[in-house]
Structures are given as structure tokens and as C-alpha cells.
């Protein structure tokens, strides 16, 4: 790959003239470049967003507009491929590191809803592959729940709510299904905190 390759991305830009640092991509990114490759015009972006999400001094806003746009528009891309949950499971904590390191409440709400959007289409777009992709979602349910209390917000009052998608991942779940033990614990925490945030607010 060729990391010399001029950014397209105005962040990229800023950062590589503010702090002169040569970006190479890091290569656990590596597989989501084999998945994409097979659409060689997606490259050039895949590759800027890339060595954005690779810099030391990444663009949090650029990170999970890229992310969400790749994880909901190209998922078809991942679900046919032999290492698509692998890549799945990359891009999910991409948006969960973006989201976390943001300083701005509004990017960590859209790195948030980016991931609930993201479980929603993994749910109910997988088909026939939803048993590889299975184990994706639960690790994603469990990584939300022990997320920082501030952050956690962010998916209690998310406009994307997570009883939706654990209303989607029941419905596609065949009779008598077990090990939902993630997806009850989410649930639980999610209705917990907005409990205890309305018992927390003042008689009007």
C-alpha cells in the first residue's frame, strides 16, 4: 500500500501539517482494506480514513462519520466475506474508541448511535451468516454495558434506543433460543439508568 498517497481528507490535512508525523496504517486495520479492495474506487477513502483513524492525533468527528458511513453502507461487503465478523468486530470498536476519546458530547452521541444502527443492520441483514455474526453482537452488548457512566448516557438516550435492536435480535432469533445472557444484561442496565433518571427529576 502506498501511505504516501496525498489525503483527500481536510482533517488528515490539518493533522499531518500541525504535527508533521509520518502516518502509516496500523495493521490490525488491515483486514477491513482486504474486505474493501475488491471495490477498487472505495480504496482511496477507505485508505484516508484509515490513516486519519491511525494518526496520534486523530479527527474524532472524521473518524465516526467515515466509520458510520463504511459499517452501514458496505456491511454487505462484510457479511459475504470469510473474515466479515472479524471486520465487523474491528469497525464496532472503532466507533467505540472515536466515541470515547471525543471531547464533544455530540460526536460521542453520533459514535453511539453509529454502533446501535450498526447491531440493528447485523441483526437483520445477516441471514444466513447470523450464526458468525452471533457472537459480534453479544461482545458489542458487553463492551455498551461497561462503558463509563458518562458515555453510557449516550446509549440510554440514544435516538436509536437499544430496546429496538434487542427487539430486532429477538425477532430474528429462532424458538428457544439461549445464551442471551448479554443481551439481558444490556437491556437491564439500559432501563436501570432511564429509571433512574426519571426518579431522579423534580415533580413538574
Known amino acids: 500500500m502506498d501511505t504516501q498517497a496525498k489525503p483527500k481528507s481536510k482533517a488528515l490535512e490539518v493533522n499531518l501539517a500541525d504535527y508533521h508525523v509520518e502516518v502509516e496504517v496500523d495493521p490490525r486495520y488491515g483486514v477491513l482494506q482486504e474486505i474493501m479492495s475488491r471495490y477498487f474506487g472505495l480504496m482511496d477513502g477507505v485508505n484516508t480514513f484509515l490513516r486519519e483513524l491511525s494518526h496520534p492525533y486523530m479527527n474524532c468527528r472524521f473518524v465516526v462519520a467515515e466509520a458510520r458511513k463504511y459499517a452501514l453502507d458496505y456491511f454487505h461487503l462484510f457479511r459475504d466475506h470469510p473474515r466479515g465478523p472479524e471486520a465487523a468486530r474491528v469497525m464496532l470498536g472503532i466507533l467505540l474508541h472515536a466515541a470515547g476519546a471525543a471531547k464533544s458530547g455530540e460526536v460521542q452521541s453520533d459514535g453511539i448511535d453509529g454502533i446501535l444502527l450498526y447491531l440493528q443492520k447485523m441483526v437483520t441483514e445477516s441471514g444466513a451468516e447470523r450464526d458468525r455474526f452471533r457472537p459480534v ?67 413538574p
Not at 453479544?138 to 430496546?163: K, M
Open 137 to 203: 453482537v453479544f461482545e458489542a452488548f458487553d463492551c455498551l454495558r461497561a462503558l463509563p457512566e458518562g458515555l453510557f448516557q449516550s446509549v440510554v438516550r440514544s435516538y436509536y434506543p437499544f430496546r429496538r435492536v434487542a427487539a430486532e435480535f429477538l425477532r430474528h432469533e429462532p424458538p428457544g433460543g439461549d445464551g442471551l445472557e448479554p443481551l439481558n444484561r444490556l437491556l437491564a442496565a439500559t432501563l436501570e439508568a432511564t429509571y433512574a433518571y426519571w426518579l431522579s427529576e423534580g415533580d
